[in-house]
């Protein structure tokens, strides 16, 4: 597109905020005005979605939480404007210099997805009868799957010649079996410790954490953006998909990503509860168990060098997710150990006083 039909594409759409273009840079959905007002981003959006995402942003404002970028209002107090069925917001445009190295990005942004977290926490009420539905619901389909990988096995070891998928699926059972039983033992511990709780903790999640939706303005302070995904949920919700992004790649022991859990956690702390369906969520191998499936039931039309691939992804997902479990392991059972024993000396100085 040209730079005269890109000025004619969003002059009628920057007219409510009272802003004359000069100059537009595209960036996908995203795109760099110069005005006569200064630089601004330009947001596109899908209409259906636009009207709640704006309200958790400015909830998240109202409760004390300025680190997201400001989304401008019009002239006349709109937050959105609609043109042509889509719908467009207007941000500041953030210079975004990394002045951190990547491990200190990181940190920061899971500091400041706990300080969300923290200040849009509250309680809500859970019934017994949905809580139980959820686990039966859930534990119902793991075992289905736990019933699947016995099924593939044995058929494996019926054949005296193996495909290459069927070879790496018969070498890497073991690790995908004990994954799954170490899911579903943390989800009926967990189930245990709330049967008779009628209380979860939601917070607004942000939808899509990434360091791409993290920006940093020329101070060096970062910023979240493109909140279209927020919602009500649980915080496990936003942990969860960017370990899994970030852990699915080669095989590697990631001590970076257990700073980054633990700093969250230091300003987030999870409840006991949290913390043992984040272990059971985090474990569960669905990944590895739908591509061996796939294959098994020919739904598959990769090939069966693509299938072997595509499996071996997602067993290095699951031996990198492996360890950051049992490092988190490692640091709970030493936090208890101190816990204990610091309990031990209380009161055996209590003792000794009196």
């Known amino acids: 597109m040209s730079k005269e039909n890109r000025l004619l594409k969003v002059a009628p759409i920057l007219k409510p905020y009272a ?7 595209e960036f996908g959905r995203v795109q760099k005005i110069y005005t006569n007002k200064g630089v601004f981003a330009l947001k596109k959006i899908n209409p259906k979605h636009g009207g709640e995402f704006i309200r958790h942003v400015q909830e998240l404002f109202q409760k004390g939480y300025n680190r997201i970028v400001p989304i401008f209002p019009t002239v006349d107090g709109r937050y959105a404007v609609l043109h042509e069925n889509e719908l467009y917001y ?17 940190q920061l942004l899971f500091r400041e997805l ?42 494996c070891e019926k054949k ?14 073991h690790d995908v079996s004990q994954a799954l039983q170490f899911s579903i033992k943390r989800f009926k511990t967990w189930y245990e410790k709330t049967e008779e709780s009628e209380k979860a903790r939601m917070v607004v999640i942000h939808g899509k954490i990434s360091t791409e939706h ?15 995904k927020s919602r009500p949920g649980s915080p496990i919700h936003d942990l969860l998909p960017f370990l899994s992004r970030t852990l699915k790649t080669y095989p590697k022991k990631s001590e970076e990503c257990i700073e980054w859990i633990y700093t969250y956690l230091k300003y987030f702390p999870f409840k006991e509860d949290e913390l043992l369906l984040f272990q059971s969520y985090f474990a569960h191998p669905g990944a590895v168990i739908k591509s061996a499936e796939s294959y098994y ?12 691939q595509h499996f071996q992804r997602q067993y290095w997902l ?5 360890y950051i479990l ?14 204990a024993q610091a309990e031990a000396q209380a009161q055996a100085q209590e003792g000794a006083q009196n």
Request: charged share 35%.
């Open 318 to 322: 699951l031996k990198n997710t492996e």
């Open 19 to 25: 802003l004359e273009p000069h100059f537009v840079e």
């Open 90 to 106: 207007l941000m500041p445009w953030l210079a975004n210099e990394e002045k951190e190295n990547r491990f200190e990005r990181h």
């Open 214 to 228: 993290f920006l940093y303005d020329d101070r060096g302070y970062g910023y979240f953006t493109n909140f279209e």
């Open 326 to 339: 049992m490092r988190i392991e490692e640091i709970e059972a030493q936090k208890a150990q101190a816990k």
């Open 114 to 155: 706990a300080r969300l977290h923290t200040l849009s926490a509250r309680e809500i009420t859970i019934s017994k009868e949905e809580r139980t539905e959820h686990y039966e619901k859930t534990l119902l389909e793991w075992e289905k799957e736990n019933e699947f990988l016995e099924g593939f096995i044995e058929a």
């Open 297 to 308: 039931k020919g739904q598959s039309n990769k090939g069966e060098r693509k299938s072997v």
């Open 160 to 173: 005296e010649y193996l495909s290459p998928f069927e070879l790496m699926f018969s070498l890497s059972y």
